[in-house]
């Protein structure tokens, strides 16, 4: 990002809505519609979770409360879910770096015959309407007893992870500079050595957004649970579709709030590496 | 290089095929999901018997119908909302610009099942929103439950990934570029389409086919959404897939899909390498 370098644009508003105050306001109002567009369904669900009594047409719930939470915590069902999530989200996430990373290195520093088919096969894999494939993959999982399992959760969910970590590390690798790793060859450093104290630590931003978008994509992901896992594997997001539809307003609303937390968590935490660019890098290919 | 190619095989190219031999007719004997569905057509050479089947159902036909009207709608009104704020977040100098940035990632970390659900319970039928126009006596239907409630869904979940690609083009458009069109007086309009459109045309395909075919094989957004009936493919698929036990119904349908997502991403290509060839 060059922003930095530019000069100051002439109005507040930037050159190119032209000046009048008028067109300022129309942004304004523009970017408020589009903030309250974003925000005010999540601030919904927020006010839901606490409730113990909404009636149309209140802006704001008549009773407040947290009776609901108590439900969610003590229901076994709701348990089992977060147990299975949060131990299928980390082992994707591992597996997937495992299976991915050395093949992003591949991509970013030797040349081989049919890279570029492999480099945009990897991108087939994404251009596939979802749910189509993961039937399809239940099919074949069925005759491979993977259905219900633990372990047909966790591959089905590396289809989804493919892309995001193999593209995103091969563009982080691919932009440390060579003089750094020759530098550090000239003075004696084995390849090993190289890879682990420079190219390893100034591509690891780029790997840090890999992890997490791939970690909040498994957490996220229902659809392929719901066809692979059902019915002993039900994680959060599952456990959703059925919340939604046969319980109150509040259990839904409670049940988002804390299926949301870890991914507001890592936002907070990882913002700075997300808007540096490496997601849109990785999709220029390498 | 291995692993993933052999992930790839094992899980997109082998259950691919696989799903296309089943659909042309040719069942096989030791897949128990397959072979003991309902409404089977068995055939030993291949056959388009099921997709003539599914053709002349008038509920795929309205099906289609619908998810070719939302994925249409929701692609292109996703498409103009991420570019005006990707173009606001590359030309726009102040501290609003960090605000709309880190608005427009917000719903990368909402899992779209709870931004469904929320959007639900603000949109839907008695709710906060119809609640808010009722105090300025604005009437009011709700989009949710209905086509438009999907589109909705769409680009309120696609935002990110679309605003991040489209801004990642515009970062990569030269400052120098601009200001020396700038300087010969050139207004906004001519720049943008004269200068940064041309320079950002494939960034833009890509949202525009990635964001195509996501919408077009979707399921939890038109699940809870969108109308009980038609339902789109995703959705269709689903419902054939388990509740109904026509398995190869939903096979059918998910080589359907295949197919015309295959065509857009044909499209894709065909135009990135054409503009590639233009910039050489």
């Known amino acids: 990002m060059s922003r930095a370098v530019t000069p100051a644009a002439p109005t507040g508003a930037g050159w190119f809505l032209g000046v009048p105050a008028l067109r300022r306001a129309v942004v304004r109002i523009l970017i408020l519609a589009f903030g309250a567009f974003l925000l005010l369904p999540i601030w919904t669900l927020l006010l839901w979770a606490v409730t113990q009594r909404w009636l149309y047409p209140g802006l704001l719930p008549q009773e407040f409360g947290l009776r609901w939470w108590q439900w969610v915590f003590t229901n076994a069902d709701v348990g089992?879910?977060?147990?299975?999530?949060?131990?299928?989200?980390?082992?994707?996430?591992?597996?997937?770096?495992?299976?991915?990373?050395?093949?992003?290195?591949?991509?970013?520093r030797f040349d081989f015959p049919l890279k570029r088919l492999f480099y945009v096969s990897l991108l087939a894999s994404n251009a596939f309407p979802k749910l189509g494939l993961y039937i399809a993959i239940a099919a074949l999982f069925f005759r491979l007893?993977?259905?219900?399992?633990?372990?047909?959760?966790?591959?089905?969910q590396l289809v989804n992870s493919l892309v995001t970590m193999v593209w995103i590390p091969a563009a982080a690798f691919a932009a440390v500079p060579r003089e750094l790793e020759e530098a550090a060859r000239d003075v004696g450093a084995s390849p090993l050595r190289v890879f682990f104290s420079v190219t390893l630590p100034v591509a690891l931003p780029g790997i840090i957004v890999a992890l997490i978008l791939t970690f909040l994509g498994s957490l996220d992901e229902a659809q392929a649970t719901l066809i692979i896992g059902t019915p002993e594997i039900t994680t959060l997001p599952v456990q959703m579709y059925s919340l939604v539809?046969?319980?109150?307003?509040?259990?839904?609303?409670?049940?988002?709030?804390?299926?949301?937390?870890?991914?507001?968590?890592?936002?907070?935490?990882?913002?700075?590496?997300?808007?540096?660019?490496?997601?849109a890098a990785g999709f220029k290919g390498g | 290089m291995l692993p993933p190619l052999l992930v790839l095989t094992l899980l997109v190219l082998w259950p691919a095929v696989d799903a296309l031999r089943f659909s042309l007719g040719l069942v096989p004997a030791g897949n128990v999901n397959y072979t003991t569905g309902l409404d089977l057509i068995r055939s030993d050479h291949p056959t388009l018997a099921v997709f003539g089947k599914l053709f002349?159902?008038?509920?795929?036909?309205r099906d289609l119908r619908l998810t070719l009207f939302v994925s249409v709608t929701a692609t292109l009104l996703l498409s103009a909302l991420a570019y005006a704020l990707a173009l606001y977040g590359r030309f726009h100098r102040g501290r609003s610009t960090e605000l709309v940035r880190t608005l427009y990632l917000l719903p990368m970390f909402i899992p779209t099942i709870i931004a469904a659900y929320a959007l639900t319970t603000f949109y839907g039928d008695n709710g906060l929103f119809e609640a808010m126009l009722a105090r300025v006596s604005i009437g009011y239907t709700s989009p949710i439950r209905q086509a438009w409630g999907i589109v909705l869904g769409q680009v309120w979940v696609g935002i990110p990934f679309a605003v991040l690609m489209l801004s990642s083009g515009l970062d990569g458009i030269p400052e120098e570029q601009i200001d020396a069109a700038r300087d010969q007086g050139a207004p906004f309009w001519t720049i943008l389409t004269r200068l940064v459109l041309p320079l950002n045309v494939v960034p833009l395909l890509i949202v525009l086919t990635f964001s195509f075919i996501g919408i077009f094989g979707s399921f939890t957004v038109p699940y809870l959404l969108g109308p009980t009936a038609p339902n789109m493919l995703g959705v269709s698929m689903q419902l054939n897939f388990g509740s109904f036990r026509q398995p190869q119904l939903a096979v059918a349908l998910a080589v359907f899909s295949f197919a015309v997502c295959a065509v857009v991403g044909y499209l894709y290509v065909a135009a990135t390498l054409r503009q590639n060839r233009r910039a050489a």
Do not use: M
């Open chain 1, 80 to 108: 089992k879910a977060a147990y299975w999530s949060f131990t299928t989200a980390p082992t994707v996430t591992l597996l997937s770096a495992v299976v991915c990373l050395p093949a992003a290195y591949a991509f970013a």
């Open chain 1, 145 to 156: 007893n993977l259905i219900g399992t633990f372990w047909g959760v966790v591959f089905v």
């Open chain 1, 245 to 279: 539809s046969s319980y109150p307003e509040p259990v839904g609303a409670v049940f988002s709030v804390l299926l949301a937390a870890p991914s507001v968590i890592l936002l907070l935490l990882a913002r700075r590496y997300l808007l540096s660019g490496y997601l």
């Open chain 2, 56 to 61: 002349a159902n008038a509920a795929f036909a």
